[in-house]
């Protein structure tokens, strides 16, 4: 079992970048794969990337793709999402989750933290 604990959102202008991170306790973080999930006002919540517990399989949503990268450190138990050219509509409150598999996927994910609020303005 893992408890993410996301870190690094703030408010940003649109252009800009930030780098959101993802501390999990629990000693079989590496056997997980791990995602980033956001949810704006006013709509679900929805898939941004994963990256299975190997670091070498990453996936994203369409709409991030090319422009945020995923990436984890298994010796600190964390897992990071570097966010470039931000948007306004990338503007929600973004969560870390875990999940027991080893391919990339963006459902069926049991631990998930509190999140952390990104606001790009324009």
């Known amino acids: 079992q893992v408890q993410p604990v996301e870190s690094g959102g703030g408010l940003v202008q649109a252009g800009g970048s930030l780098r959101l991170s993802c501390a999990a306790s629990?000693?079989?973080?590496?056997?997980?794969?791990m995602g980033w999930f956001r949810q704006a006002p006013g709509k679900e919540r929805e898939f941004v990337a994963a990256?299975?517990?190997?670091?070498?399989?990453?996936c994203y949503a369409d709409s991030v793709k090319g422009r945020f990268t995923i990436s984890r450190d298994n010796a600190k138990n964390t897992v990071y999402l570097q966010m470039n050219s931000l948007k306004p509509e990338d503007t929600a409150i973004y969560y870390c989750?875990?999940?027991?598999?080893?391919?990339?996927?963006?459902?069926?994910?049991?631990?998930w933290g509190q999140g952390t609020q990104v606001t790009v303005f324009s």
């Open positions: 990256i299975i517990w190997t670091g070498g399989n990453t």
């Open positions: 629990g000693r079989s973080f590496s056997r997980y794969a």
């Open positions: 989750a875990a999940t027991q598999a080893n391919y990339c996927r963006d459902y069926n994910y049991a631990y």
